[in-house]
């Protein structure tokens, strides 16, 4: 762990990561057991089968479905995207498309159910692709915990997790863009939780000389 | 998790009241999900096992893939929050590690126990696995809420305590 601060939060991370996993594995289960993976096991899942005996979806059955997992999911991916973005281990601009995509495809889960039962039952591909990305990007985020917690490397111009911190160093002073408590640390600088780091040393690092070997 | 991690003593001090609030609607999350174990019989044994229902069913029953699917929300982020708060706390390291550690490793049995008898018929004494980890996972929840409540803001911590 680069950040020395971190460290003490280690264990509730990995925990939290564990149980990330957990969790994923217990919905793709479900998914298979309860609904199927075919096309067809999805229709015959919300618009009901007469093989099998079984009713289409009610409204209320789906909301029953879909009400704790509006509020769960979007809090877990929230809290899993705060830690990762807080520490930086990805630049702004990653963080910001691979929380798109799991947000996108959560919320695309959790309407295609109700799509497929009301309006178009040749949805059943799209819950099938958003469910399999879902669960893609869970596992990623729960990666990206993991490499929070075992120092992976970050790239220069990370995110700037800190930057209303009001101990940021105003006009005057040369700024640049690192990543919060990590690199702050790194610099050897006191540890104040500010996130643009203002040490001499760092444009050097910061910047390589044109035509120097990255 | 900035204020955790600065420990900057005036913004724990701030932080104190909410945080301490939320620790006691944890225990009350954690009471009551004894109480409504408890309402469904499912704190024996015998009743464990007619929730769960696992007999002939080759990869663990739907209801303990469902309570599996649950719990794993519900304890990651009672073990992210508590143990963050813990950590922010002026308590010895040993301790925060010993309630962690319990806790965890009686959450995973809690989930884990209903599935066992998938791995071969009649796998014995899972049921008593299942109570042991929830009993486990809820006592040391609490005394971690517990710790917490009573540390949480108390001093600043040296960073790398």
Request: aromatic letters at 8%; proline letters at 9%.
């Amino acid at each position: 762990m680069r950040d020395p601060r971190l460290a003490p939060f280690r264990w509730p991370l990995a925990a939290f990561a564990l149980m990330l996993g957990i969790g994923a594995a217990g919905a793709a289960v479900l998914f298979v057991r309860k609904i199927g993976l075919s096309p067809e096991a999805v229709r015959a899942f919300y618009l009901g089968s007469e093989a099998a005996f079984r009713r289409p979806r009610s409204l209320e059955g789906l909301l029953e479905v879909a009400v704790p997992h509006l509020l769960a999911v979007p809090l877990t991916l929230l809290v899993t995207a705060h830690l990762v973005g807080f520490a930086a281990v990805l630049r702004p601009r990653p963080l910001a498309l691979f929380s798109g995509v799991a947000f996108g495809s959560a919320l695309a889960g959790i309407a295609a159910g109700f799509g497929i039962r009301f309006l178009w039952p040749g949805l059943a591909w799209l819950k099938i692709a958003a469910f399999a990305g879902f669960e893609a990007t869970l596992l990623a985020w729960m990666a990206l915990l993991l490499a929070l917690f075992r120092g992976a490397p970050r790239a220069a111009g990370a995110a700037v997790p800190d930057a209303d911190d009001p101990a940021a160093p105003r006009e005057g002073l040369v700024a640049r863009p690192c990543a919060g408590l990590a690199a702050a640390s790194q610099a050897g600088g006191p540890l104040r939780g500010t996130a643009v780091a203002t040490r001499a040393a760092s444009p050097a690092r910061a910047r390589p000389p044109p035509g120097s070997p990255r | 998790m900035r204020f955790l991690v600065n420990r900057a003593p005036d913004a724990l001090a701030r932080a104190r009241p909410p945080v301490r609030a939320f620790l006691a609607f944890a225990v009350l999350l954690l009471v009551a999900g004894a109480a409504q174990r408890a309402a469904r019989g499912a704190l024996g044994p015998a009743g464990v096992e007619a929730l769960y229902r696992p007999d002939g069913q080759r990869f663990g029953s739907v209801a303990a893939w469902e309570a599996l699917h649950a719990g794993a929300f519900l304890y990651g982020f009672l073990l992210l929050t508590l143990g963050s708060l813990l950590a922010a706390s002026p308590a010895s390291p040993r301790l925060r590690g010993g309630l962690l550690a319990v806790s965890t490793a009686g959450a995973l049995l809690d989930l884990g126990a209903p599935l066992l008898p998938a791995l071969g018929p009649g796998f014995p004494g899972w049921a008593l696995l299942h109570l042991a980890g929830f009993a486990a996972a809820t006592l040391g929840l609490l005394a971690a809420s517990l710790v917490a409540f009573a540390r949480f803001g108390a001093q600043a911590r040296r960073p790398d305590a």
